[in-house]
């Protein structure tokens, strides 16, 4: 039901009458915000029902029908890569090939800015550079300087006009956990105490709205909106949470989106400058919208079947049931535009309310945007088969040797997902994307630090065999009684794999016995 209840919201704007779209006043926009994407352009197909892709996420945007002048869309940062730290070769080298992909992607979905995160600097500050110079939006940063120079690196902010607003969105860059980054990466981040005093100085008498892209720590954003009561949004990644309402800290909305891009931000504002935040019309406005949506599905399953009223003129209860829902929904209209009519009537107020619109598996993929996406697999399938070769891992065996002798066991283990896991990236066109692989073959753990070492495995390795659990078994095929394997590996051996980021719904000890 929750699932339902999101996906909804998606498609509510599609379904109200024009009457309650009236054209929006001046100062009154809408952001659609996202963070923390991780260098993810579709979902993996590990499993059906899968949220996220950007050609779903083009498509989403023009069903929304969005006006360049009422819309603004920003991009938090933590867009590039996984990780903060790539191992150099083969690796960083695909994950640059996608990075430059995603780049080309935001460029065609309209992104009007991007804040830089330590992730984004996994490929090089000097890769960021070059990705930049593609960028038809830019990348901020205000505490990002050049070890040596100290100057910055990419502008600190920029100024927007929307609808008569001037809006400025500024960037600052967090550590993350590393320490300062080695003299070898040729840049430093420098603290945020140091250089945002200047920077919201000089944007507060250029702007009357200020957005702050931050992937600072939420103990430092909360400590910003205490200190800088000029900053009125800020849009965090690098929390690796699920969606999160906006939090209002002091005068400040704290904003973020689900990961992957699986959800996109939508906060609907009402500003009115120098006035504080309250949610209470707005809120309510929000949740007669969601009941609208669920009264229109209600009542278009009943319509898709025919006229109700003669689809169901021998059921009287389910004809009275859905003359109910129709009315119920004029007047749900209704007290939509009372609360729009409230809204208007206070100026102190600025007025905002937030969805998350879900990136579903029923969007179906926007073709051009779905053309740079393939373009892209098919650029890191090249560059994998030039260095992939059949090779073997000494201490593997493979799942065929264990079923001589564990016959009935691994007959069960063949009727498994896992035993046909490298076959899901082969349908996907991912069998050499190594951010993948590791968790769809057997002897190279997504922890490896050469992940590219998957790419030459041979065929008795492509897949989750017996010894991603049990370990090596080759020393066990040659001496059983005196090499034992590990009968019973723990939570933390499928966490690796089965993490929140691709499979919420995994549960250890029920999920274990399906696996053989």
């Not at 997902?417 to 996907?428: D, G, I, M, N, Q």
Request: proline share 5%.
């Amino acid at each position: 039901m929750t699932f339902c209840l999101r996906l909804l919201s998606v498609i509510f704007p599609l379904f109200f009458p024009a009457s309650l779209f009236a054209a929006p006043a001046a100062g009154e926009i809408t952001l659609f915000y996202s963070n923390d994407v991780h260098g993810a352009t579709s979902p993996c197909g590990c499993r059906s029902n899968q949220l996220g892709g950007l050609a779903k996420r083009k498509t989403l945007f023009q069903q929304l029908n969005l006006k360049e002048d009422r819309v603004l869309l920003l991009d938090a940062g933590a867009l590039l890569f996984n990780k903060s730290k790539l191992p150099a070769g083969r690796h960083l080298d695909l994950a640059k090939i996608n990075a430059a992909g995603i780049v080309e992607s935001y460029n065609i979905l309209g992104y009007e800015a991007v804040g830089v995160s330590r992730i984004d600097l996994a490929g090089g500050v000097d890769f960021l550079k070059q990705l930049a110079k593609q960028s038809d939006f830019p990348w901020l940063s205000a505490n990002l300087v050049d070890r040596k120079s100290r100057q910055l690196l990419f502008p600190p902010f920029i100024i927007k006009k929307k609808t008569g607003l001037r809006i400025a969105v500024i960037g600052l860059t967090g550590s993350g956990v590393a320490n300062e980054p080695p003299e070898a990466e040729g840049y430093l981040i420098l603290p945020w105490q140091d250089l945002l005093p200047k920077y919201t100085k000089e944007i507060s008498k250029q702007a009357e709205l200020v957005i702050l892209l931050s992937s600072l720590s939420s103990r430092e954003n909360e400590q910003i909106s205490r200190e800088f009561p000029q900053i009125r949004i800020i849009i965090q990644a690098g929390m690796y949470s699920e969606n999160q309402q906006p939090v209002l800290a002091n005068n400040a909305l704290i904003c973020q989106a689900e990961m992957q891009g699986k959800y996109i931000g939508e906060l609907r504002i009402n500003w009115v400058p120098n006035g504080r935040w309250t949610d209470a019309a707005a809120d309510a406005a929000l949740m007669k919208r969601q009941e609208h949506d669920r009264l229109t599905w209600q009542i278009k399953k009943l319509e898709s079947r025919g006229d109700p009223k003669v689809v169901f003129q021998d059921a009287p209860a389910t004809l009275q049931a859905y003359h109910k829902l129709v009315e119920r929904r004029q007047d749900v209209e209704k007290e939509i535009i009372d609360l729009r009519q409230k809204m208007s009537r206070s100026p102190a107020s600025s007025t905002f309310a937030n969805a998350f619109l879900a990136v579903a598996p029923t969007i179906a993929d926007d073709p051009d945007m779905e053309k740079i996406i393939m373009k892209t697999r098919e650029r890191i399938n090249d560059f994998g088969k030039s260095g992939s070769s059949d090779g073997t891992l000494g201490d593997y065996a493979g799942s065929q040797a264990c079923l001589k002798c564990h016959e009935e066991t691994g007959r069960r283990w063949q009727q498994t997902p896992h035993a046909h896991a490298y076959k899901t990236l082969v349908r996907e066109n991912q069998q050499l994307n190594t951010d993948c692989l590791p968790c769809h073959v057997t002897g190279v753990s997504i922890l490896d630090k050469q992940p590219a070492l998957a790419l030459s495995l041979p065929d008795s390795l492509r897949n989750v065999g017996c010894e991603t659990c049990h370990g090596p078994g080759l020393a066990h095929t040659i001496k059983p009684d005196e090499v034992k394997l590990n009968k019973s590996p723990d939570a933390y051996l499928c966490l690796q794999c089965h993490s929140s980021e691709h499979d919420k719904a995994f549960h250890f000890e029920q999920d274990r016995k399906l696996v053989h």
